[in-house]
């Protein structure tokens, strides 16, 4: 069993999550401890939160650099979806997190790379363009999940 920090859990907790899903109790341990893991369950199963509260854990607890993780969605609908959850999630433990896709207003951008996030959402084709650009790329110099 791997302990977690009690000021962790009790940010989580105001922020509603007062219990883990089934998927969560199994998969969050394994991730901890950093195994390779495969999240599936149905919709509504918590499978981000699975995924995200091992790897927030980790950058609120080491005090990771910017960018130590990316989230990387199939569609640009599920990033919106998504970075409400994780920016409230993320704003409570002080990670600062953001979106880059192809929608992203040249603000948006010149904010990730004067000011990047420890968690950055992309999709796949935003993904391929960021490693092929020089500037990007060097953000993601210290990425760990």
Not at 35 to 47: D, E, F, Q, R, S
Not at 83 to 88: D, S
């Amino acid at each position: 069993m791997i302990s977690v920090s009690h000021d962790f859990a009790n940010k989580l907790k105001e922020l509603g999550y007062t219990s883990l899903t089934p998927i969560q109790k199994v998969a969050i341990p394994i991730i901890l401890k950093g195994k390779n893991t495969l999240v599936i369950a149905p919709t509504g199963y918590g499978k981000t939160e699975a995924a995200v509260f091992p790897v927030f854990y980790k950058i609120y607890t080491e005090n990771s650099v910017p960018i130590s993780a990316l989230y990387i969605t199939p569609l640009r609908a599920l990033n919106r979806d998504i970075e409400l959850r994780l920016k409230r999630i993320g704003e409570k433990l002080g990670i600062k997190v953001r979106v880059r896709h192809g929608d992203s207003t040249e603000s948006e951008r010149r904010r990730i790379l004067l000011d990047p996030p420890q968690l950055l959402l992309t999709t796949p084709e935003t993904l391929l363009y960021l490693v092929i650009n020089e500037k990007y790329r060097k953000l993601f110099e210290n990425l760990k999940w």
